[in-house]
């Protein structure tokens, strides 16, 4: 049987979290308190363990998920049915979702470790529901989130419209310092785009975010933007020259068609 009791000091390393400190036991449990302030984010120490799943023990698990040196909270934002659960399945399992699948209701969240410039970092991903009468729901993990990707479908005009209400909505709850990334979505869709990359590359300039195409089907950028994200909170733990966090968006398949063929 698990017990949170019986880490010994070897796991409880020192590493940079960017966010609270939370006990071991509370870690699977989503965390919503409304009497939280904006200032609260620190550097602190963590145990970084949680419940083994029924298929692997408590060893195989802490191993896979203590090694880290930077943790941070990112949530996919974004109206229903632009692909944020496609997304963070495509990130996390390296596949997609295909056919029809029910809309995720209410929050939920996955664990990923990525190494960016020889630095591990955690990202700890929450899946949110884009119907407005989850909204309520959703603002309360606002305060506590470090990065978050806002999603649009190409395809949908409205979901791209409604991107400005996110952005307010992201100005009121989320933190000053929250890095934003806007994502087109759904990009594989080809004549069913509604949505000019152009349109989508003006908005992010406007409100000075980062910005990529992506596709949760081919898999295209989807790496690439979790990749941007956690540079970015690598820069915040340790601030380096900003150049290091330029968007490093892959070829789309247009411009990679345009290429001449290997020799």
Request: with cysteine.
């Amino acid at each position: 049987m698990w017990n949170p009791n019986a880490m010994d000091n070897r796991q409880m390393e020192k590493r940079v979290v960017i966010g609270r400190v939370r006990p071991t036991w509370a870690r699977n449990m989503p965390e919503a308190r409304e009497d939280d302030d904006k200032s609260d984010q620190e550097v602190g120490v963590m145990p970084h363990s949680e419940p083994p799943s029924p298929t692997e023990t408590w060893e195989q698990q802490n191993k896979q998920e203590d090694k880290y040196d930077v943790f941070g909270k990112v949530m996919l934002l974004g109206d229903s049915g632009v692909g944020k659960t496609c997304m963070l399945v495509r990130f996390r399992d390296g596949t997609f979702l295909s056919g029809n699948y029910i809309s995720t209701v209410g929050i939920d969240f996955r664990n990923k470790v990525v190494t960016v410039d020889g630095v591990k970092v955690k990202l700890q991903i929450w899946d949110t529901a884009g119907q407005e009468r989850f909204r309520s729901v959703t603002h309360a993990y606002y305060r506590d989130a470090h990065a978050l990707l806002l999603l649009y479908d190409v395809t949908n005009k409205i979901s791209f419209d409604n991107i400005r209400a996110w952005l307010g909505e992201i100005r009121e709850y989320a933190q000053d310092d929250v890095v934003i990334m806007l994502l087109g979505n759904k990009s594989d869709s080809g004549l069913e785009r509604a949505v000019r990359r152009e349109e989508g590359q003006r908005l992010a300039r406007e409100y000075q975010v980062a910005f990529m195409e992506t596709s949760a089907k081919t898999g295209l950028n989807v790496e690439a933007a979790f990749a941007h994200v956690a540079r970015a909170l690598v820069a915040k733990a340790n601030p380096v020259d900003p150049a290091r966090l330029a968007v490093r968006a892959q070829p789309s398949q247009e411009q990679r068609s345009s290429c001449p063929p290997c020799s």
